[in-house]
């Protein structure tokens, strides 16, 4: 059982479209990673949210942690091929161990 | 600057023999953490070091793997005996001691045990 729940699982959508992908739990945890990660890869971060109710912006992409520190998403405007890839959230604690949920593959089809 | 370095990057091997992978981190980490990725489980933290000493290890599936830390550019993660069910992608990464630091990941040791 995943300690962090992600949805969807899988995600098609056309360039130019938006999305939206989120990550859920129901433990609290202090900080919240997203990664992506390309075949072939290790995961690379992406940012890091620690701040109940924080919102961090990266050019299209917005990332936002609950205000209960349990869930976050990761909202992509005008999505682009590049943005193709394997997106990974992970919850972290205070023994710098981080909890990795299943992920979320994004197709963006040009 | 050079980033984790894992070795081999794909290993093919006969069930019961011994697979050794190794990972060099970033100089300057305090943490090195070794992770197994299966599309049926994702990716699983199996043990992980800080300057050098294991401090959890409860992910290790089962007696036949070990993980070794004798320097601070240096780890190993051994199976013995392998077996096919070990097959997937494992993942060493390495941190900065401090909390909500980013964990920089190697590319992986594609394992497959035939």
């Known amino acids: 059982t995943q300690l962090l729940e992600q949805s969807p699982q899988f995600l098609s959508i056309q360039e130019g479209e938006n999305l939206t992908v989120y990550c859920n739990s129901s433990s609290v945890f202090s900080s919240l990673q997203w990664y992506r990660q390309e075949p072939g890869e290790g995961p690379v971060l992406l940012v890091t949210?620690?701040?109940?109710?924080e919102v961090k912006k990266l050019k299209r992409l917005t990332f936002q942690f609950g205000d209960a520190r349990k869930d976050s998403s990761l909202h992509i405007t005008a999505a682009q091929p590049g943005d193709t890839g394997l997106y990974l959230c992970a919850g972290g604690s205070n023994d710098y161990k981080l909890s990795f949920g299943a992920g979320t593959t994004v197709t963006v089809r040009a | 600057d050079a980033g984790v370095i894992q070795s081999p990057r794909h290993e093919v091997t006969e069930m019961g023999q011994e697979v050794t992978l190794r990972c060099k981190p970033i100089s300057g980490h305090d943490y090195l953490f070794w992770y197994r990725q299966t599309m049926m489980r994702g990716l699983e933290l199996l043990i992980y070091f800080n300057n050098n000493v294991p401090i959890d290890d409860s992910g290790m599936p089962e007696d036949r793997f070990s993980a070794k830390m004798p320097n601070a550019s240096f780890s190993t993660l051994k199976i013995q005996p392998s077996e096919p069910r070990d097959s997937a992608v494992y993942f060493c990464?390495?941190?900065?001691?401090?909390?909500?630091?980013?964990?920089?990941f190697g590319d992986g040791t594609r394992l497959s045990i035939l």
């Open positions: 949210v620690v701040t109940g109710g």
């Open positions: 990464a390495s941190s900065l001691n401090a909390g909500n630091q980013p964990q920089h």
